[in-house]
């Protein structure tokens, strides 16, 4: 991968998911504001519905003895006048019976207050369904007690009544007591939020000294039922400080970001740092396998016009000419070595042509034949059917070389290496079996990569560059085939599976990609 493309690639994705952490995190902080404001709003309810419940209780206790005193009083026209000097709230009453006032008793003299009440109850007198019109709520229920509350005086008027038999008894209720009940019996402490309670527009009650600021809206307002629906509880509190929570909770995102893009930077770094080292490592390789292979041919060279000379001039098993064919033996192992070196640095051409794989195994099986007998293995080659496929002979002579070489290396205690070739449903397989220690299974996929090489005490003291089965994987992937590996405590077994007949075009869209 160039530079400048994975550049591009990092930076994309970095800035992609600054923009997702950036995102969810304005997400997430809205989210909370949302939830304060909802906090702030649902509690603001609660308040003005408890002191809502508050005054309508008060409201209630006093219908519930007033209803009390109604039911068991006596009607004896005196009795009545001590009991509106006894019961405190109760500032006069009255009694009806079919549109007929029975107290006060309008037959006699009245007092200067007594007039004044008489003429503020006339309307109910002729018409008493005045006093539960407002609790209607079926035409044929009619309701047996209740408030009345009239403004049309300059003081309210406010009236308990109850209905007993043919009669209709009502008490005027000071509207005054109720105010100071209110005001005295309120206790509930809300700082540094405030409650204020007002009647048609006139405070009644606030909590707290500290005056509201000038323009400050309620945050929850409530207008309590009948006979107070003029009253109206209002409930200020402070909004929440959502520039705190934005300024805090965007400090917090921009660290993320700034951690995930340190993090993304040391990332990038290790990466190019290791591909550096990667493409140098290569680099290295090339130029010594370039060097090396000039001196290697005049070695190989020389060789080969010795073992042609003793084998004119000397017996044929002298021991010149044994040393002479070893010398041979290795320099072209070291030919292959470096030849392997080159192609992983290079991509030649494939060069395709009908091979017929039994005479290929066998050749290979006897150049190998001799290393395996220096180390007391047994190489047995079984190759019964006669294949034919059409492939680069090079590369696959190259792949199967690999496959041995290591066996060789590093299977040298099992003590025998099988050579197999089978053909299945369009695929050839060849496969090399050893019977050594086996590959352990977390290993299996890692001695594919570059440069990679397991440790155990099987490869201590054995020499390998780590890159024979990553130029093997490549070559049979330019072959449109695939290397497999599996491996237990008996050994290890690769294959190698290759069509019978390559595709050109594929060839020619991988030629092109290179």
Same mark, same amino acid.
């Given at each position: 991968m160039k530079p400048s493309k994975s550049l591009f690639l990092f930076t994309f994705t970095t800035l992609l998911i600054c923009a997702a952490i950036a995102y969810f995190g304005y997400r997430t902080l809205t989210h909370e504001a949302l939830l304060r404001h909802y906090q702030n709003q649902r509690l603001a309810q609660s308040h003005t519905s408890?002191?809502?419940? $508050?005054?309508?209780?008060?409201?209630?206790?006093?219908?519930?003895? =007033?209803?009390?005193?109604?039911?068991?009083?006596?009607?004896?026209? @005196?009795? /009545?006048?001590?009991?509106?000097?006894?019961?405190?709230?109760?500032?006069t009453l009255f009694v009806l019976e079919k549109n007929r006032l029975l107290y006060p008793n309008t037959q006699v003299p009245l007092t200067e207050k007594e007039q004044a009440w008489v003429q503020a109850i006339t309307p109910i007198v002729q018409d008493p369904s005045l006093l539960y019109s407002h609790y209607f709520t079926d035409e044929q229920a009619q309701p047996t007690s209740g408030w009345y509350l009239s403004r049309e005086s300059g003081e309210p008027l406010l009236i308990y009544w109850q209905q007993r038999g043919n009669q209709l008894i009502g008490f005027k209720f000071s509207y005054v007591k109720l105010l100071s009940d209110v005001i005295?019996?309120?206790? $509930?402490?809300?700082?540094p939020n405030k409650v204020r309670v007002l009647d048609d527009g006139r405070l009644l009650y606030q909590n707290g000294d500290i005056p509201l600021a000038d323009g400050q809206t309620p945050l929850e307002s409530l207008r309590l039922p009948y006979p107070l629906s003029a009253w109206q509880i209002d409930y200020y509190a402070k909004a929440p400080n959502d520039h705190t929570l934005y300024i805090w909770g965007g400090l917090l995102i921009l660290l993320l970001i700034a951690i995930f893009g340190l993090a993304m930077l040391y990332l990038y770094r290790e990466y190019t740092r290791q591909l550096r080292l990667a493409q140098q490592q290569v680099n290295f390789v090339g130029q010594v396998s370039h060097e090396l292979k000039t001196? =290697?041919?005049?070695?190989?060279?020389?060789?080969?016009?010795?073992?042609?000379?003793?084998?004119?001039?000397?017996?044929? =098993?002298?021991?010149?000419?044994r040393y002479i064919e070893i010398i041979?033996?290795?320099?072209?192992? =070291?030919?292959?070595?470096?030849?392997n070196i080159l192609s992983f640095t290079?991509?030649?051409?494939?060069? /395709?042509?009908?091979?017929?794989?039994?005479?290929?195994?066998?050749?290979?099986y006897h150049t190998f034949l001799p290393a395996f007998g220096t180390r007391h293995m047994e190489l047995v080659l079984l190759a019964h059917t006669e294949i034919h496929l059409t492939t680069d002979v090079d590369r696959l002579t190259q792949i199967i070389s690999n496959f041995l070489s290591n066996a060789e290396k590093y299977a040298a205690q099992g003590k025998r290496v099988e050579l197999i070739a089978e053909q299945s449903a369009g695929n050839v397989l060849i496969k090399v079996r050893d019977y050594g220690s086996g590959i352990a299974a977390k290993e299996l996929k890692a001695i594919f990569q570059p440069f990679y090489r397991v440790k155990s005490s099987i490869t201590e003291g054995v020499s390998g560059t780590g890159i024979?089965?990553?130029?093997?994987?490549?070559?049979?992937?330019? /072959?449109?085939?695939?290397?497999?590996?599996?491996?237990?405590?008996?050994?290890?077994? $690769?294959?190698?599976?290759?069509?019978?007949?390559? @595709?050109?075009?594929?060839?020619?869209?991988?030629?092109?990609?290179?």
């Open positions: 408890q002191v809502s419940t $508050f005054i309508q209780g008060l409201l209630q206790q006093n219908a519930v003895r =007033l209803s009390s005193v109604a039911t068991y009083m006596s009607l004896d026209s @005196k009795a /009545l006048s001590e009991l509106i000097a006894q019961e405190s709230g109760i500032d005295n019996t309120l206790a $509930f402490d809300y700082a001196p =290697l041919t005049n070695i190989s060279l020389y060789a080969e016009m010795l073992q042609e000379w003793q084998q004119e001039d000397g017996p044929p =098993l002298s021991p010149n000419q041979l033996n290795e320099s072209q192992r =070291l030919s292959r070595l470096i030849q290079k991509a030649p051409k494939v060069h /395709l042509q009908p091979v017929a794989l039994g005479p290929l195994l066998n050749k290979i024979g089965l990553t130029i093997s994987r490549q070559l049979a992937a330019s /072959l449109q085939g695939e290397i497999s590996v599996t491996s237990g405590p008996t050994g290890s077994c $690769f294959t190698l599976s290759l069509p019978l007949t390559m @595709k050109p075009e594929a060839i020619t869209d991988k030629e092109q990609r290179k």
